[in-house]
């Protein structure tokens, strides 16, 4: 039996045929796959390790499903509820519907863009716009998601340069959990990074290009580690993630696998939020399914405090993201050390 992701993909697969061939997509199944995300992810986070597991199939299709069950994440660590959740899981869906009116010749291109073929390119988030506009007038709050979904914060996004608060903040969530999943999924000229890796390089590189409360929030409900990573800890113990810590996103919870378990002795988990002596220090594998039981986030200890105290958090925990990309830097360098 194919599985829940599988016949995703197939939804998937038929809203860009439709918009290939200039036809009505199917925006109820569409609604219904994005329903399916908001339950599944209000339950258990299967689907985010499912999504981080480099799942097989055309990179166009997994990256529109993963920005949806990531994004959706994201959203749920922001404050998103009912229908603007819903609304959240649908955008991921469609957000680069546009591209698939583009000429296949160019998205398969491999050598260099000449400079009209990168122009043309850039405009498919407004046939994404317009693809959604003939499908349900009513559906505009999504056609305009989809047409900012390649708007950078900075400006130097595209097709119209919008900055700031222009963009619609579901635009901004879709765009970094877009370039996060291209990150860490295989391409043919590069292979995919750790998520780890790919944190390092969004904390270091696109701390303009974004909010930093999305960015703060990805880091928060995706962690730096998470569901199903297998890691190597400071005492020399191998683990897989299998539950986050919010507050520490360099300290899951890690349940000891490998030479221990073969030793005889009874694996357990190991909360590193709890061990200050223990961390982890190399990732050996990404998310793989199957491998842990998924659950939900843990939220960090809740303390009664003043409102005030809340925005004192919040920019403490924002310059503490140069500290965890300090971290992943270092962790990135011991990994690719020559042994």
Known sequence: ????????????????????????????????????????????????????????????????????????????????????????????????????????????????????????????????????????????WLAEITRQAHERWNGQGYPHRLKGRQIHEMAQICGLVDVFDALVSERPYRPRLFPHEAMKELLLTERATFPREILKALVEQLSVYPLGTTVRLTTGAVGIVVKINSRYPLRPVVKLIGSESEAGVRSHELDLSLTPLIAVVETLKPPVTGQVQPGKVMPGPHVSSPATDASDHFTSLLESLDAIASTLQEVVQTKRRPS
């Not at 499903?65 to 819903?86: A, C, F, M």
């Not at 991921?92 to 009116?101: E, K, R």
């Not at 994404?128 to 349900?136: T, V």
């Open 1 to 140: 039996m194919k599985t829940w992701y599988g016949r995703a993909i197939q939804t998937l697969d038929g809203m860009a045929r439709a918009a290939q061939g200039r036809q009505a997509i199917p925006m109820r199944s569409l609604e219904t796959l994005a329903s399916d995300v908001v339950a599944s992810l209000q339950e258990t986070d299967e689907l985010v390790v499912e999504a981080l597991s480099g799942p097989a199939g055309s990179p166009l299709l997994t990256n529109l499903l993963n920005v949806s069950i990531l994004g959706t994440r994201v959203g749920i660590g922001l404050g998103y509820y009912g229908q603007e959740l819903h609304r959240l899981a649908l955008a991921g869906l469609v957000h680069d519907i546009g591209v698939f009116a583009v000429p296949v010749g160019l998205l398969t291109k491999s050598g260099r863009l000449t400079p009209e073929e990168r122009s043309l390119i850039e405009q498919h988030p407004e046939r994404g716009f317009e693809i959604i506009l003939a499908c349900d007038p009513a559906c505009h």
